[in-house]
């Protein structure tokens, strides 16, 4: 746990009791301030008094006392509307702020100079923030990994020389962090997202450029420039006197680290050298995980590892799960579950990665439904259709693909099975990427991909993939 002593003596608010606010109540505590909790669940509330915590109603005590507000991420704190804490804290000018905020203050306090690498983008700051702890813990870093992947920040140990950050943000969180100063700051892309959090995509591209404006005087900043705002971005901060690193996968650089194949390479002066190689590693499989791959390797050269080192690394990553995670072989059969798919950009990057798919697809549909998969639909050899989508997916597959309606899970994995060893391919791949949300049959997206895994290492004869 990481004390967080800047309110030492002060009383603070804390709303919202779920990991992260409850993490922060032990941190405050530790450090000395004195924490009103709240929460609008009664459940988490209950939890908060069971550690020993002061709990209220936050709307009927006087705000004028509090030093500030650490507000969970998941209120609101501008659009479409501020939470309610929010106005009752602006109300009394108490400053509002998150849990990252408060390991910021700490470490500026007592180790400013501590290794801290936050990531953030619209698409892949989990596998991008995976890849870079597991690379820092290769190169013989004491590496702490958490934020908006895993554990809340203010659980980790607390930051000193030796020891690494490396912290996936959010917009959300990010909003909340308005002192934000890592020694390396990533932005991987911004395309549309969380538009109801934050007005437009404008002010969405604002509140995720602050990570990488934010950077220390003598850090990096990282910015995937493969999409217009990000590329401005990148400007912007170059303007301003940052040292910018910029990466591609589409384009060469004239200076920066980009994408050629299956080769990572820096260009610099007219010059340009390979740092890395990511060809059959099927951790990192596809475009997307290429941009994932560079921009780990544009950290890890910043932080000063060697390529020798960097290249161990990627080639022993082991991925995410849920995440294009490869589950196990029966014969020239892969299974992958890919259950965070999903949306129909994350199942493109998944079908984009495979040759000869044997597709299960499905779950609680989203506006717009698999239309826009249509290029990829030639590399499908089959679709296995469950939930709720079931009927709409069938239809635009119509006569192109050919497709079975299994309904559940376990249908699905069966005759896929079955279907793709009969197939006689060379490299066959059963690939759960739903495009859906799972709530039709599965209370998240971890619980769906959770019971792939347990269905395809029951089947005979499968060899778990380690």
């Known amino acids: 746990m990481i004390p967080a002593t800047a309110f030492a003596g002060r009383t603070v608010a804390v709303f919202g009791l779920g990991d992260s606010g409850l993490a922060s109540c032990h941190a405050l505590k530790a450090g000395g301030a004195k924490v009103i909790a709240g929460d609008d669940n009664a459940d988490n509330v209950a939890k908060a008094a069971q550690d020993g915590f002061i709990t209220a109603d936050l709307r009927t005590v006087p705000w004028a006392n509090f030093a500030a507000l650490v507000l969970t991420p998941g209120a609101p704190l501008t659009h479409p509307a ?84 490396v912290i996936e943000m959010s917009s959300y969180q990010i909003d909340l962090s308005p002192s934000l100063d890592p020694s390396v700051g990533i932005l991987l892309n911004i395309s549309e997202d969380h538009i109801d959090r934050h007005g437009t995509l404008e002010n969405y591209a604002a509140v995720k450029a602050r990570l990488v404006a934010g950077v220390q005087p003598q850090g990096t900043s990282i910015v995937g420039v493969d999409d217009g705002w990000s590329r401005n971005i990148a400007d912007r901060l170059e303007r301003s006197g940052k040292r910018v690193v910029r990466i591609s996968v589409k384009n060469p650089l004239p200076d920066g680290i980009y994408v050629e194949g299956e080769t990572v390479l820096l260009a610099s002066g007219g010059a340009r050298s390979e740092i890395a190689k990511f060809g059959g590693i099927g951790s990192l499989r596809g475009l997307h995980n290429a941009q994932n791959a560079a921009c780990a390797a544009a950290c890890a050269l910043a932080m000063g590892i060697d390529t020798d080192t960097l290249q161990d690394g990627l080639r022993s990553f082991p991925g995410l799960a849920h995440r294009m995670e490869q589950v196990g072989r029966r014969g020239k059969v892969l299974f992958v579950n890919d259950s965070k798919g999903t949306n129909t950009d994350a199942a493109a990057h998944a079908l984009s990665s495979f040759a000869d798919v044997f597709w299960i697809a499905g779950g609680k549909p989203k506006l717009g439904g698999i239309a826009v998969l249509t290029e990829y639909f030639p590399r499908i050899r089959k679709a296995y259709l469950i939930g709720e989508a079931a009927p709409e997916f069938s239809a635009t597959l119509g006569d192109h693909v050919p497709h079975e309606i299994s309904h559940t899970l376990d249908v699905a994995v069966a005759n896929a099975a079955r279907d793709a060893e009969a197939s006689g391919l060379a490299n066959p791949v059963v690939l759960l990427s739903p495009a859906c949300a799972s709530f039709d049959q599965y209370r998240n997206f971890e619980i769906r991909g959770t019971r792939f895994r347990e269905l395809v290492t029951a089947l005979p004869g499968v060899t778990p993939v380690v």
């Open 82 to 165: 501020p939470h309610w804490t929010v106005l009752a804290a602006q109300q009394a000018g108490v400053e509002v702020i998150g849990d990252i905020e408060l390991f910021c203050r700490e470490r500026r306090r007592h180790a400013p100079d501590a290794p801290f690498v936050a990531i953030t983008g619209t698409n892949g700051k989990s596998t991008t923030t995976a890849l870079i702890a597991h690379l820092m813990r290769v190169a013989g870093y004491d590496t702490q990994m958490g934020g908006n992947i895993g554990t809340a920040i203010l659980s980790l140990e607390p930051p000193r020389m030796g020891r690494v950050h």
